[in-house]
């Protein structure tokens, strides 16, 4: 690796420059369009060759994260990096991070891609979570469990979303077995185990933070869940003024205390008796701001860019209320049917095959005030 200081980033990027993103994902196929309307290239970088990103990016390289031959010639070809997702592997932004601006920080991916760190964090900076405990074979396991009671859920540390990785444990689980399953999810990792919540509606609050410290938050949001996998958004979330300002000044907390530049989503839940419990971070686009894209002055894409290229950060303002439906799976084939409904802003993320499960594209319904 080259030896040099890595280039400042003190101002905004000028129209023009190239915005590398880790990841050949829909998320990163959204930034990249939202790129493209302030005049900027997009170079992705990832293992698939034919990623969403890489189809509407102006260059992609498809190589493994620890290609450092790569990397380098990545990070020579683009004026910052940010990543689209954050089970990328840490030694691979700390690659980057030597080479070319990083925007969020490899310590931010740090925190956020690792759940015990998370959830360390958030107590380090008085933000409430569900009780945990960590768990690093069935011994420490068993006593996790004996402190925190079941039912619990065993997640493991790394590597976790859409419910993989995750075991729930009851009175009658056979912890081994459980163990077991969690370790064929990710081998390498730890667990933690953490108390069942029981809430009244799991929401998420997404904030960015520019450069300069200053902070935009979309406002609260209602998350349902089929199968573990987000179904639906609903925005706003029907909640109180003092809930909604609570969980948003939470969010924009977390951000100021990890130095946040870019895009931080935190999701939550509100308990019946009005605790806000803070329960997964993700540095970067979320599934739960797509709705944005449609019915907000500045979408979460072009937010995102916005923070990651030191431009000033766009208005949050919410222009309508909307309700996003993700199509999961085959229920892509409904795409017709689907835009015989005018009002329906339907948006596919050129994924050749469908599966079980799988985030195939979204749609939007807006609601008018």
């Known amino acids: ?196 919540v029981e809430f009244r509606m799991e929401i998420s609050v997404i904030v960015a933070r520019g450069a300069n410290g200053t902070t935009r938050a979309y406002v609260p949001v209602e998350n349902r869940h089929k199968n573990h996998i987000l179904d639906e958004t609903i925005a706003p979330a029907n909640l109180p003024d003092e809930i909604s300002d609570r969980a948003e000044a939470i969010a924009r907390h977390l951000a100021q205390e990890m130095e946040l530049v870019g895009l931080l989503a935190v999701e939550m839940f509100v308990t019946h008796d009005n605790k806000v419990l803070v329960n997964e971070m993700a540095p970067r686009p979320h599934n739960s701001g797509h709705w944005t894209i449609d019915a907000c002055v500045t979408s979460q894409f072009e937010q995102f860019v916005r923070a990651v290229a030191g431009l000033p950060l766009g208005s949050t303002e919410r222009l309508c209320d909307a309700v996003m439906k993700n199509l999961l799976g085959d229920e892509i084939d409904d795409w017709k049917k689907i835009l015989g409904d005018p009002g329906n802003k339907l948006h596919l993320y050129g994924k050749a095959s469908a599966r079980p499960g799988r985030k195939m594209g979204h749609v939007t319904r807006l609601i008018r005030r």
């Open 1 to 196: 690796m080259p030896d040099h200081p890595v280039p400042d980033l003190s101002g905004p990027l000028a129209p023009g420059a190239t915005l590398g993103i880790l990841g050949n994902g829909q998320l990163g196929r959204m930034a990249a369009l939202a790129a493209a309307r302030l005049g900027y290239r997009c170079h992705a970088y990832g293992p698939e060759a034919d990623g969403p990103a890489n189809q509407v990016c102006d260059a992609a390289t498809v190589a493994a994260y620890d290609d450092e031959a790569a990397l380098a010639r990545f990070a020579a070809a683009v004026d910052v990096v940010t990543f689209e997702f954050e089970n990328i592997p840490l030694a691979t932004v700390e690659v980057l991070e030597k080479l070319v601006p990083l925007r969020p920080s490899a310590k931010v991916l740090s925190i956020c891609q690792h759940r015990l760190r998370e959830k360390e964090f958030c107590h380090g900076a008085s933000v409430p979570t569900a009780d945990y405990r960590p768990a690093e074979d069935v011994d420490s396991l068993q006593q996790a469990v004996n402190e925190i009671g079941t039912p619990c859920i065993l997640k493991s540390a790394e590597l976790g979303y859409d419910g993989k990785g995750q075991v729930r444990i009851t009175a009658d689980s056979d912890l081994g077995e459980a163990w077991n399953a969690m370790r064929g999810h990710a081998a390498q990792a730890i667990g933690i185990v953490e108390a069942v």
